[in-house]
């Protein structure tokens, strides 16, 4: 198991334009060589949005691109002919394909902040490809063959506990809260857990937390 710390992610984004930008892997101009990737995921990025800011149209392609909502409301709009708002508890997931492109804004009063998953898909190309699936619970994973991967969402309160799935490769992040590992190490938001082949991993909550979690088949490069 291995253990990242929120201060160890890459800041990008642009302040002036009132975007905060954390990124757990190597993204944009940051490039490190050993944190590409893990199986299929290519970028965890935490985005923070100030009121009315967004990112224009831009292109993807060859990327399953899978959004969580932590707070505000996410205005999607894409060249494919999708438009939807996405709030806390949606999944929202864009198979880019051969290519698509697509907008993000925060059109709402207040701060808009949510954490982006990059994947690799197993067959690249296609038609892109849009759904926005509302209020995921805790026992129901969201299934994304196209990557062989899942994801759960797990709420702890204080004390609470759970487990995260045996797995290839499982990766963690803690949205909010904190939760506590077996060897007593403690997760706060932004911090992440790295397990590969390690079994079930019973976390508890050291307060109210939220965490996402990926299940994966170990596809790729780790």
Known sequence: MEVRRAATRYPGGDAGAGIESWHSF????HYDPANLRFGPLLAVNEERLAPGAGFDEHPHSHTEIVTWVVEGELCHRDSAGHESTVRPGDVQRLSAGDGVRHTERNPGPGPLVFVQTWLAPRDPGGPPRYEV?????????????AAGALLHVRRLGPGRRAALPAAPLVYAHVVRGAVRLPDGRELAAGDA???AAAGAIEVTGASRAELLVWELSGDGAR
């Open 26 to 29: 190597s993204f944009g101009p």
């Open 193 to 195: 857990l790295r397990a």
């Open 133 to 145: 699936v509302r209020g995921i619970a805790d026992a129901t994973p969201y299934e994304l063959p």
